[in-house]
């Protein structure tokens, strides 16, 4: 009897704390999205499909993000063009791990801004490419401005890439969105759980694949005092990072999931019929 109210009060827990969360992330991003749709239409103009990642830097600005990645090789081509866009062999383990970002950088002015971009250049491994700010869009006054920003990040990279910032955006948007086609049926699913569009889809392994959203620590403030509570329960340290995602592994467990690790990581999710968990993550 002890060990059944023990699971009840298991499953309240998970169900109560990922509604709260859910609908926090909602909420919060309902109302960025009031104010400045402009920044998100410019999104999806740019890349050709959505995001609901968005973050306030240090600085001021407004980011708005969404990753493609491989961990390793696994069979999807979907973003085999890219590699060899850039140089790479999609069947050479060196150019794995393999993650493209895409996003935009946006701060507000009264004034245009005159930056006008440069060449994609390598950065620390990295091809990373930085364009001109437009107009997206405004709040009263002031107006906003966004650059389009790409990072291609695989294992291995030559110290220079011969091509274009705006065949790179190309040609990292037509890449990002297969990768995102060819596991729709996940991406459907965590907008159907979440009402929110994924930020990263990740293959891991073959027949492995997660979709999450990073939530803001700067935005999302009454998700951030919840996580610190939980948080607090195993370590002294603040959160870092809150993801919500979907996770599928083809593997079995516990339906309902309240685990915390030694390195300080609070897992709180219901395993879904299909091999995957639907989680909430504090690191």
């Known amino acids: 009897m002890e060990e059944q109210d023990d699971r009840e009060s298991r499953v309240k827990l998970v169900e109560n704390l ?18 400045v749709p402009g920044i998100f239409n410019l ?3 740019t ?9 306030l830097s240090e600085g001021g600005l407004l980011i708005l993000e969404s990753v493609c990645s491989q961990s390793k090789s696994t069979g999807n081509e979907a973003l085999a063009p890219l590699m060899r866009f850039i140089g ?3 069947d050479v383990q060196s150019t794995y791990p393999f993650t493209v970002s895409l996003g935009l950088i946006c701060m507000p002015s009264q004034e245009g801004l005159s930056y006008q971009g440069e060449g994609p250049s390598v950065e620390e491994g990295a091809l990373y490419f930085v364009s001109g700010f437009s107009e997206a869009g405004g709040v009263g006054d002031v107006k906003l401005y966004c650059a389009r920003r790409v990072i291609v990040k695989p294992g291995s990279l030559a110290s220079e890439v011969k091509v274009s910032g705006d065949e790179l955006v190309n040609e990292a948007a037509k890449a990002c969105r297969g990768f995102r ?10 907008n159907e759980y979440f009402g929110l569009e994924p930020a990263e889809v990740v293959e891991i392994d073959e027949g492995s694949v997660g979709v999450d959203l990073p939530l803001s620590l700067n935005l999302m403030e009454p998700i951030k005092a ?21 996770q599928c592994t083809g593997g079995v467990g516990e339906d309902y999931v309240l685990n915390a690790s030694e390195d300080g990581v609070l897992v709180v999710g219901r395993r879904l019929g299909d091999g995957c968990l ?5 690191k």
């Open 47 to 55: 890349y050709g499909f959505n995001t609901s990642y968005v973050d």
């Open 181 to 190: 086609e060819s596991h729709s049926e996940l991406v459907k699913s965590f």
């Open 43 to 45: 999104f999806k103009d």
């Open 18 to 35: 990922l509604k709260i969360v859910n609908d926090e992330a909602r909420n919060s991003l309902q109302g960025v999205l009031r104010d």
């Open 278 to 282: 639907r989680y909430f993550m504090v």
């Open 88 to 90: 790479l062999d999609p």
């Open 226 to 246: 919840l996580a610190t509570r939980l948080k607090s329960a195993i370590s002294e340290e603040k959160p870092t990072l809150m993801l919500l995602g979907i």
